[in-house]
């Protein structure tokens, strides 16, 4: 009776360490890595999707920052969870066509975006056409951003289809902006790489250069994309993703708090989705 006894309880002891191990590990499973490049709307997304992450779903999540390349390198390769600056189907499409296989799509998180070359509403210059014109003006120069993204490769692509006598330059986003907002405060010529979404449209009166030719597309769509097996490891994050959409007037609102605030992009992304309960939910299918 006493071996038998003890057996129980052995028993008993072993089933609780296991699911106590279980439980454990089910908590430390619960992690993410989300890479992000140096983009606006992409950190504004991305800390918002960490902020909700964190603090409704149990996460522990880990932002990587990188160039894009890089980035869809780790997700195909299964290192990084989830991409959520995807812009199809012109910007990011060389990437697509070399990792589609290997990633998976999650779906449109915003729709209409738009990618070219950006001037301040006081030039002259209306079209990509015009530049050349005025080459002196501008110091024979676009200013760009990181030289992976693919909006430098199409900027490079209207230089040959438009015969401009420019160098691009490269750069990062806030360099980027940073040189805008230095030639506006001088009233000086300036052209530059943008896009919309972008906080700089609210802050400056800008335009955006006619594309008579093409060369950068109509107007895109910002998809999120994860490694292959996300959907069966993370189902919870999974849905989360699928149901993340923002409208115009969400995201520039997003934007616009993380541009105005000295906090950290996160601590910012958590006082944004603290004041906005409502959308939050939606997202989290409440």
């Known amino acids: ?99 589609g296989d290997d990633i998976v799509d999650l779906g449109v998180s915003y729709e209409n975006a738009l990618i070219g070359l ?25 200013i760009g951003i990181d030289s992976g993204a693919g909006i430098m490769s199409a900027t490079e692509k209207a230089i040959e289809s438009y015969g401009l006598d420019y160098k691009l330059v490269n750069g ?24 919309t979404p972008h906080w700089m449209f609210s802050s400056w009166d800008l335009k955006v250069l006619k594309d008579p030719k093409g060369v950068y597309g109509d107007s895109e769509n910002i998809h999120i994309y994860s490694r292959k097996g996300l959907d ?8 989360f993703f699928k149901n993340y959409k923002f409208t115009d007037e969400v995201l520039s609102d997003l934007m616009g708090k993380i541009e105005a605030s000295d906090n950290d992009p996160l601590d910012t992304a958590k006082e944004w989705m603290k004041e906005n309960e409502g959308q939050v939910n939606t997202w989290l299918g409440k």
């Open 232 to 239: 069966k490891d993370q189902p919870e994050a999974t849905a």
């Open 1 to 99: 009776m006493k071996k038998l006894l003890t057996l129980v309880l052995a028993l008993v002891l072993t089933t609780g360490l296991v699911t106590g191990c279980s439980t454990g590990n089910k908590t430390e499973d619960k992690k993410l890595k989300i890479g992000y490049v140096n983009w606006a709307e992409g950190i504004a997304m991305t800390n918002l999707a960490a902020a909700i992450l964190e603090e409704k779903m149990g996460y522990d999540v880990e932002l990587v920052l990188a160039d894009v390349a890089p980035v869809f390198t780790s997700l195909s390769s299964g290192n990084t969870d989830v991409f959520l600056d995807t812009w199809l189907p012109v910007t990011h499409g060389e990437y697509l066509e070399k990792y």
């Open 118 to 142: 950006v001037v301040p509403e006081y030039v002259e210059a209306n079209s990509i056409e015009d530049l050349n014109k005025d080459k002196d003006l501008y110091s024979g120069q676009i």
């Open 172 to 195: 990062s986003g806030p360099a980027m902006t940073a040189a805008l907002k230095k030639a506006i405060d001088n009233n000086e010529a300036i052209v530059v790489t943008g896009w």
